[in-house]
């Protein structure tokens, strides 16, 4: 794999109910499919079906139906922490979690991520393992992700400076990236909204990759709840 060879997450969705988040290393996709829920169609039809006779009973799983689509909100955010990896943030769904070692700024590198999906959105976070606590290393491995977001989408992205919040108090400078552009060989509208952030031995990088830009509580939720050790 050449030593320009980057990452960006970039997430591709079909007819059947799955989702598939993408890892491209300049041409080399590596897949991750996780099973998503059933649609309230999919879930409820057969037993409409069964009872169709039944008028009562109809009327009762209606009810029932109503009452979980209320109980089970579209955004059912949760804290995760991973203390091995030093950080901890909000997700609004249950997550998959993958680990795998990717080619960044020119060396294999450890990467753990965990990617919640919810509304036709991605919201992961990702941490890239360093081998020591590396000023000159972990700039690089920012600046490569930094790098891979333009190229995907093929455009310029707004960046601007953030601070995020320390564990223990504090904070570290970061930078936020939005960028929208065609993602892909199908060139699908994307938009991606991320962070990164280099933390010691740990460069992280919490994203949302959607067709369309989630509402903004629901990216404060996320991004605002991000705190590295």
């Known amino acids: 794999m050449k030593d320009n060879a980057v990452l960006v997450l970039l997430p591709r969705f079909d007819r059947s109910h799955f989702s598939r988040m993408r890892f491209c290393h300049r041409g080399w996709p590596l897949s991750l499919r996780s ?41 059912n955010w949760r804290t995760v922490a991973d203390p091995a990896e030093g950080y901890e943030i909000d997700l609004p769904a249950k997550p998959t979690v993958d680990e795998r070692s990717v080619d960044i700024a020119g060396r294999p590198l450890p990467m753990h991520v965990r990617a919640a999906h919810t509304q036709g959105a991605v919201f ?16 690089s491995v920012i600046d490569a992700l930094r790098s891979a977001l333009a190229r995907n989408l093929g455009t310029s992205p707004l960046e601007r400076a953030v601070q995020v919040p320390l564990s223990a108090g504090a904070t570290a400078p970061g930078i936020e990236i ?52």
């Open 124 to 139: 992961a976070i990702a941490a890239i393992d360093l081998p020591r606590d590396d000023a000159q290393l972990q700039q």
């Open 35 to 75: 099973t998503l829920p059933r649609s309230f169609a999919a879930a409820f039809l057969s037993p409409l079906r069964a009872h169709c006779a039944a008028p009562r009973a109809v009327l009762r799983l209606l009810a029932c139906a109503a009452f979980l689509a209320a109980c089970s909100p579209a955004y």
């Open 178 to 229: 939005v960028a929208t552009g065609a993602a892909g060989p199908a060139h699908e509208q994307r938009t991606i909204h991320a962070w990164i952030v280099g933390r010691g031995r740990h460069v992280y990088q919490a994203a949302i990759v959607a067709a369309h830009a989630p509402p903004q509580e629901q990216s404060d939720q996320f991004f605002g709840s991000l705190k590295v050790r």
